[in-house]
Nanobody, 128 residues
Framework: QIQLVESGGGLVQAGDSLRLSCVDS????????MGWFRQAPGKEREFVAA????????NYGDSVKGRFTISRDNAKNTVYLQMNSLKPEDTAVYYC?????????????????????WGQGTQVTVAP
């Protein structure tokens, strides 16, 4: 069973960096795509980044391209989100999600409904 736990959030200043981690306690982590989404107060959940099972394919939301990098370590059942040049508008709760049905596919989706499992979220706050 997939269980996702995020960590690494916190309060930073604009221009700083943070790295989020998401660990899956299940045994099939290396077979499916993973994604990161975020939700700010009063706003809809927004796609941030996603990565295929092998790490070969990635996809990014327009607002984070060039600043954020998604990666994964299948040996550690972990997906990362490296966030650089953070802006106040990046403030949100960040969620990792698993697209279990992707099963060794090279496709990387951006829609939240494609993802079957979600973590509890980690707060990222960027002060001006």
């Amino acid at each position: 069973q997939i269980q996702l736990v995020e960590s690494g959030g916190g309060l930073v200043q604009a221009g700083d960096s943070l790295r989020l981690s998401c660990v899956d306690s299940g045994r099939t982590f290396g077979s499916f795509a993973m994604g990161w989404f975020r939700q700010a107060p009063g706003k809809e959940r927004e796609f941030v980044a996603a990565i295929s099972w092998s790490g070969a394919n990635t996809n990014y939301g327009d607002s984070v391209k060039g600043r954020f990098t998604i990666s994964r370590d299948n040996a550690k059942n972990t997906v990362y989100l490296q966030m650089n040049s953070l802006k106040p508008e990046d403030t949100a709760v960040y969620y990792c999600a698993a697209d279990e049905s992707s099963y060794y596919s090279s496709l990387v989706y951006t829609q939240a409904y494609r993802f079957d499992y979600w973590g509890q979220g980690t707060q990222v706050t960027v002060a001006p």
